[in-house]
């Protein structure tokens, strides 16, 4: 393995992990939406429809944390058998951060 292919690996698991963030934080401000609509005595069908945002977005949160364990996993493994010549790297650094910040905050 190159260090070409760990510089690939954390950019994968970066934009999963930001992917992953953004749609919990799409939920959250969904459901803020949908309670507002409710409390302010909006339609129905006006609140129906939000609902089924917020159910689209529920349903990535899983196949996002799928792909993110997955290349999680591939990075460790590629962190496990590193070569010597990384040591000291910028790409190995970005590497060993992103994948301990991933390791902190979620369920891996």
Not at 32 to 51: F, M, S, V
Not at 67 to 83: F, I, P, S, V
Request: charged content about 45%; hydrophobic content about 30%.
């Amino acid at each position: 393995m190159s260090l070409r292919d760990l510089k690939i690996k954390t950019g994968v698991v970066k934009r999963l992990y930001k992917e992953e963030k953004s749609y919990r934080k799409e939920v959250e401000n969904q459901q803020k939406r949908i309670d507002k609509l409710t409390e302010d005595g909006t339609d129905e069908y006006t609140i129906a429809k939000q609902k089924e945002v917020l159910q689209e977005s529920l349903n990535m949160i899983p196949d996002c944390q799928n792909r993110l364990k997955e290349a999680h996993k591939e990075l460790q493994k590629l962190l496990e058998n590193k070569d010597a010549s990384w040591n000291e790297t910028e790409e190995l650094r970005q590497a060993e951060e992103i994948f301990e910040e991933v390791n902190k905050e979620i369920e891996i």
